[in-house]
């Protein structure tokens, strides 16, 4: 039976793999803040990531113009009450502009991030730095 800190390594490994589009194609994600964008691209992620919190700018605006760009997308709101609710929202407003939202990836990185701890995207960056 694999240890806790196992189990979190290999969390960690099956992670960033899925993030970085090696087990199901991303084409496009989703994020709350700059620094998700940041934690993203510190893991090597090459998919184009856009940032949900323009100031000024409505949600549905925000699903309008991904529409345009992508026709998937990965929505990685933070794994919290506030995150999972925008989430929702944004999947509900996406889906209406006809782009496919991959629940079923986000429920994966949720799972994965449960195991680690993690409830935001910005902190998986400072888990693999202490990986390393």
Request: proline share 2%; with cysteine; hydrophobic share 40%.
């Amino acid at each position: 039976m694999p240890t806790r800190g196992e189990r979190q390594r290999e969390a960690l490994d099956e992670l960033e793999a899925t993030l970085r589009g090696e087990d199901e194609p991303i084409g496009f994600i989703l994020v709350e803040g700059i620094r998700d964008v940041k934690a993203l691209r510190f893991l090597g992620v090459i998919a184009p990531i856009d940032v949900c919190s323009h100031v000024g700018q409505a949600e549905y605006d925000i699903a309008a113009s991904i529409s345009v760009k992508t026709n998937s997308v990965l929505v990685l709101t933070d794994f919290d009450e506030t995150g999972g609710a925008q989430a929702k929202r944004l999947t509900e407003l996406l889906t209406a502009e006809g782009v496919q939202v991959q629940v079923g990836l986000r429920r994966k990185i949720g799972r994965l991030m449960g195991i680690l701890g993690l409830k935001t995207v910005e902190s998986i960056d400072n888990l693999v730095m202490k990986k390393d």
